[in-house]
């Protein structure tokens, strides 16, 4: 996998923190560029908590995070701020009320002394399938899934080649979920995005990712390819456990 | 709102035609609220029976499912305002039952876990005496017995250290943690019938198995009726009997749980087609169109 450009992250021994309670152990991976890669596990697992170390909100870190091949500091980066990029799960929680959209898009481009703020913000808005008029309403006058391609844009603004998805769509319905997974999926094949998911929903990842790591309490039990949710085939037991709990009873296999 | 009122439809049932005896009786309830121009129905007269069964009420966000359950508990505080043909509970007729009676039954004999445990658990009152007030009020058990059914209670919803957890407060517990806590004093008192709304959407894969094995339990072993209220269209076929679709406020379809597959209304149609499958091979999930309420 090391053979071409560098991966776009690159994740090696890293533990993390709070406090007394280590939350992430030896953590081990990478994504590859243009690769998407989903963390599946249980709400306390540290899925979410690796995705904070990458972007700096999780300070009490060690090991080596590389993002494009240069590693990354404890400090904030403005850097990383420009390769990296998050999207929370709560659309409702992650715009400012009192920020139009037009502000929200335009702070970081303020921050990073970018120009042509008119172009990029109508661009942008265009990608994430927005509406021109969109630009000047505020957060309460959308819809969830209108607030979530909102998130996207302002994630997408500075042009990031990597970016961290935290359970994006599992706020919402499940037609607007289509639609928000449906971007993602055509953002990625249009500019080359690598995505690092962290889902609780093996369906969500099938459909968006190319490999999987499960975790559990911190540790990284298993890499497996997606494939592997077609099969069922994995090695580790509790891997195998939470494939046969997301499996029961789907729509796709009623019961008998 | 409606279009027009169909005085020649025949009531869903007779007062004494089939599903009389139900435990739960609906008939053409309606939940209206005040908007700028007159008043607009988020349910708009729907009728269903319920027996000791698992019924289970899909539908998407602001689709009305979750009003539907709060009328049946007489929760929908003005200005919104609440009108059935006929809403009866075991015999009861709870229109006209007085707000005392109404209390007598509800944590008792009618139970609602609501979605959000963090709005809905008392934030400066223990964890435990929370759990212990509705047994407190509805039974007359000795303290030492009341303790003991706390505790195994919060087994029950596989709360490791129960006496531990007994003595928190809600801010001090995760969310997951707190949904159970929620279910655990919705249960504690037996109750006849229990409307759940959303109530593992915050919880783990494993642990959503056991509360709803827990739930089960009082459905198969009690006779408990039981009313789900999901968006999980998964969660709800596996776990339910029947299924009630709801779309703007009306019952698109009633199947069979075990055949939403073979439902026929496109809208059901169209929400099984938007989820994702564990094997997904589309490279596009179809996007069902929202209705006009959205702002565009």
Redesign the interface.
Known sequence: MNAGPSPALSVQGLTVRYGDAEVVSQASFEVAAGESVALVGESGSGKSTILKAILGLAPDWSGCIEIAGEPRGHRPDPRVARRCQMVFQDPYGSLHPRKSVDAVLSEPLAIHRLADRDTRIEAVLDDVGLDPRFRFRFPHQLSGGQRQRVAIARALILGPALLLLDEPTSALDVSVQAGILNLLRRLRAERGLSYLLVTHDLPVASFLCDRLAVMQRGRIVELAPVGALRAGDFSDPYARQLYAASRVGTVEDPPA | MTPEPAPDVIPAFAPDGPGADALLQVDDLRVSFPVAAGRIDVVRGISFTLDRERLGIVG??GSGKSMTGRAILRLVSAPGRVSAGRLRFDGIDLQALPERGMRRLRGARLSMIMQDSTFSLHPIMSVGRQIDESLAIHESLSRRERKRRVRAMLEAVRIDDPDRVAKLYPHQI?G?MGQRVMIAMMLIARPDLLIADEPTSAL????Q?SVLQLIDDLVTERGMGLILIS?D??LV??FCDRILVMNRGEIVESCRA?E??RAVHPYTR???A???????T???????E?DAR???
């Open positions: 998407e966000s995760s997951g783990d894969v494993s642990v198995a968006h269209l998964s076929s596996r075990a939403l597959h169209g929400l099984l938007a989820v994702p499958r564990l094997h997904e589309r490279d596009t999930l179809p996007v069902l929202r959205e702002p565009t």
